[in-house]
């Protein structure tokens, strides 16, 4: 685990510890951050921590061809008047995103700093959000990064009814033509969609087509 300094640099990541912790400080500046994601690396603390920079291992990934779409879920899509746009509200998605509290987490880790950095990855066209709305009311979102490799790196989503982001993501999916989807770290509500986990070497592969 190494000590960031001013200069844009990671050491491999395969150093990383166990857990995937990579490196420590740094800054949040969009040539950081790009440099980040082309090499398989996220940051990842909480408001009191200093930055925390991660390469899992194993790395929870979906393939959109395993998209798993249960028979309920299609009827509530079919059923819920929602309406899903791309990059229509960023920055009230990714601050709506902030306020979700997270087991095992004191705090948010998207920090007003974080929020800040990636508007700006969104205004330069690295950020993307996904919003789900019902009579003009945003009632879920996601947002990630997309560094025109065909894969797209997801950070967070939020929802204030039930299914809302799940509809979001799988239409998101459906309609575009990524070849991975990065979920960073397993969850049961990505895995319930298909997702899987792959060796960090494999993962690292894919961001270089």
Same mark, same amino acid.
């Given at each position: ?7 844009? %640099? ?14 420590? @400080?740094?800054?949040? !500046? $969009? /040539? ?76 948010? %880790? ?14 330069? @066209?690295?950020?993307? !959000? $996904? /919003? ?78």
């Amino acid at each position: 685990m190494q000590l960031l300094t001013k200069d844009i %640099w990671f050491p491999n990541a395969n150093e990383a510890t166990a857990d995937g912790l990579l490196a420590i @400080g740094g800054d949040l !500046s $969009v /040539e950081r951050l790009l440099h980040a994601y082309k090499n398989g690396i996220f940051p990842w603390f909480e408001a009191e921590e200093p930055i925390l920079w991660w390469s899992p291992h194993p790395r929870f990934v979906l393939f959109p061809e395993k998209l798993k779409v249960s028979k309920s879920m299609k009827q509530i899509m079919r059923h819920r008047d929602y309406t899903v746009t791309v990059n229509k509200a960023f920055k009230a998605v990714i601050t709506e995103c902030s306020k979700i509290k997270r087991s095992g987490q004191a705090g948010t %880790w998207i920090t007003y700093n974080m929020i800040e950095a990636y508007v700006k990855m969104h205004e330069l @066209g690295y950020a993307k !959000s $996904v /919003e789900v709305w019902r009579e003009n009311t945003l009632v879920a979102g996601l947002y990630g990064i997309d560094l025109g490799n065909n894969v797209f790196c997801g950070e967070s989503m939020f929802t204030k009814e039930s299914n809302a982001s799940k509809a979001g993501f799988i239409t998101f999916i459906q309609n575009t033509n990524y070849k991975l989807i990065d979920c960073q770290v397993y969850t049961n509500h990505l895995e319930s969609l298909g997702a899987e986990e792959i060796s960090r070497d494999l993962f690292l592969e894919y961001l270089k087509d």
